[in-house]
């Protein structure tokens, strides 16, 4: 079909990134935009225009007068608020741009307040209920999570997290004050190894949707929700290695100083926002050391579904899943 002069063609692919996705750097652009805090401020009536823009682009039909930016925007508003799997819009806090603001005071209070073990307890605490907030939201797929499912992954990824953090904190008391200040950064890496595959156990129980390069279905690979969930653990952990490994050295430096001994109201917010500048560019960059759209050999799928796609499609020798964040 003809386009009218100076309207978009319909051949833009915003089912795919803006950038190359089978680059580091690409990635990490896309990643920039998708975590941007700044989509928080957006009003529910900005984001219900950019979902039009969107659904309407996908549809056939072009809004008057939109440019190439504009739809490129519409579509970074429309997927850092709905889910890619279901539609349904994500709550705010669950959202990819809520990460920064909410990690980073949660992270300077749990960096901040490490001596006391109610802090700890409590800090640890809120830290698991927003990340069993996050990973709901950002689950692969549309397979439903029972609420039993979600309390257990729950109840035993705080548990884990409290466990690490009093059981180093206890080991920690006649090493150097320094070390006690990475307890909490070791407690929350042990829960991420908990938490996500607890949450996203029903992925482990009947896989993913595997696809082919053209995103026609094959069928699902409890194989491919394995390397998925292990990918997003790995980022997760790195994610939180800047932001709590470089502020407490620089805080236990300050601290010594009679700068901060003579204002020791300034500890927190200088914290808070030594974590906030490091989220700013770990969250977006870990997130990119994997391609969200993951590829695993067919010789590495279950027996079954191996023998299903070679009869299928014998000439596929790669599948693709979304890994989720």
């Not at 204002?263 to 997130?287: D, H, K, S």
Request: glycine share 6%; hydrophobic share 40%; aromatic share 8%.
């Amino acid at each position: 079909q003809e386009s009218k002069m100076g309207e978009l063609p319909l051949d833009i692919n915003i089912q795919e990134p803006r950038w190359d996705q089978s680059t580091f750097l690409g990635r990490a652009r896309h990643f920039f935009t998708v975590t941007d805090p700044r989509n928080l401020l957006l009003s529910g009536a900005q984001l219900e225009a950019s979902r039009n823009i969107v659904q309407n682009y996908r549809a056939g039909v072009v809004t008057p007068g939109l440019t190439e930016d504009q739809l490129w925007r519409a579509k970074y508003v429309y997927d850092s608020a709905f889910h890619p799997d279901t539609g349904e819009k994500v709550v705010l806090i669950g959202r990819m741009s809520a990460q920064v603001p909410m990690n980073m005071t949660i992270t300077g209070c749990m960096l901040t307040f490490y001596r006391k073990t109610p802090t700890v307890v409590f800090w640890q605490w809120v830290n698991q209920s927003f990340n069993a907030v996050v990973n709901y939201s950002n689950r692969s797929g549309d397979a439903p999570i029972t609420v039993r499912q979600l309390g257990t992954a729950y109840v035993s990824a705080t548990t884990g997290a409290v466990a690490t953090a009093l059981g180093l904190k206890s080991l920690t008391k006649h090493l150097p004050p320094l070390v006690g200040r990475f307890v909490p950064f070791a407690a929350v890496a042990a829960a991420n190894c908990i938490n996500i595959p607890l949450m996203r156990q029903r992925e482990l129980q009947v896989g993913i949707p595997v696809t082919d390069e053209e995103n026609q279905r094959l069928g699902h690979s409890v194989a491919a929700a394995k390397q998925g969930i292990f990918q997003v653990v790995i980022s997760r952990i790195c994610m939180a290695i800047p932001a709590m490994a470089i502020p407490p050295v620089i805080m236990d430096t300050l601290e010594k100083k009679d700068f901060l001994k003579r204002r020791p109201w300034l500890g927190a917010p200088l914290q808070v926002g030594l974590v906030g500048f490091c989220l700013v560019f770990a969250t977006p960059l870990c997130c990119a050391l994997f391609p969200q759209r993951s590829s695993l050999p067919v010789s590495r799928l279950e027996p079954e579904l191996r023998a299903r796609i070679r009869e299928q499609n014998p000439d596929i020798e790669v599948v693709y899943y979304n890994k989720g964040l």
